[in-house]
C-alpha cells in the first residue's frame, strides 16, 4: 500500500523507546482497521510488550501528558533541524548576492571605462570645435 497517512505522529513506545509502529488489521473481527503498537508486542505472547491500541485508543494516549512531552521535544527537534536549514539558505543567498555584486562591479567598471572614453571622445570634440572656431575668428580677423 504505502499511500496510507497517519494522523498522528507516531511516537515512541513509553516502556520501551522504540517507535510504535501503525499497522492495518488482517483479523476478521476487526478487518481494515488501524492499530498502533509496539515492534516488541507479539499476539498472543503475554510476556512482550502490551502497547497495541485502536487509532482511537491511541488518539486518548497522546493526550496524556507524558505523551504531549515527547511530541513537544520531537517538535522541538523538527524546528531545531529547519532552524539550520534557513540558516544555511541564508548563506547560500548571501553567496548568490555576493556573485550578483561582483558581476554589477564588473559592469559598472565597464561602463566606468565607457564614460571614459566618451568623456574623451567629448573633449577631442571640444579641441576640435575649438580649433575651427580659432581658425574661423583668425580668417574673420584677417579680412577685417
Ligand atoms: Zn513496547
Known amino acids: 500500500m504505502g499511500g496510507f497517512q497517519s494522523p498522528h505522529p507516531l511516537l515512541n513506545c513509553s516502556k520501551c523507546g522504540v517507535q510504535l509502529v501503525r499497522i492495518i ?12 503498537k509496539c515492534p516488541n508486542n507479539i499476539k498472543g505472547d503475554p510476556t ?4 497495541i491500541m485502536s487509532e482511537a485508543q491511541y488518539e486518548a494516549w497522546l493526550r496524556k501528558p507524558e505523551q504531549q512531552q515527547q511530541i513537544q521535544s520531537k517538535m522541538y527537534l523538527c524546528s531545531g533541524e529547519g532552524g539550520h536549514e534557513s540558516i544555511d ?3 547560500d543567498l548571501k ?9 554589477l ?9 565607457v564614460k571614459v572614453q566618451v ?26
Open 25 to 36: 488489521s488482517k483479523q476478521r473481527a476487526t478487518f481494515g482497521q488501524a492499530f498502533v
Open 48 to 51: 512482550t510488550c502490551g502497547i
Open 89 to 91: 539558505h541564508i548563506l
Open 95 to 103: 553567496e548568490e548576492l555576493n556573485e550578483v555584486k561582483q558581476k
Open 105 to 113: 562591479d564588473s559592469v559598472v567598471a565597464d561602463l566606468w571605462v
Open 119 to 144: 568623456q574623451k571622445m567629448k573633449m577631442d570634440y571640444v579641441v576640435v570645435a575649438a580649433v575651427c572656431v580659432g581658425v574661423a575668428i583668425g580668417c574673420l580677423m584677417s579680412k577685417l
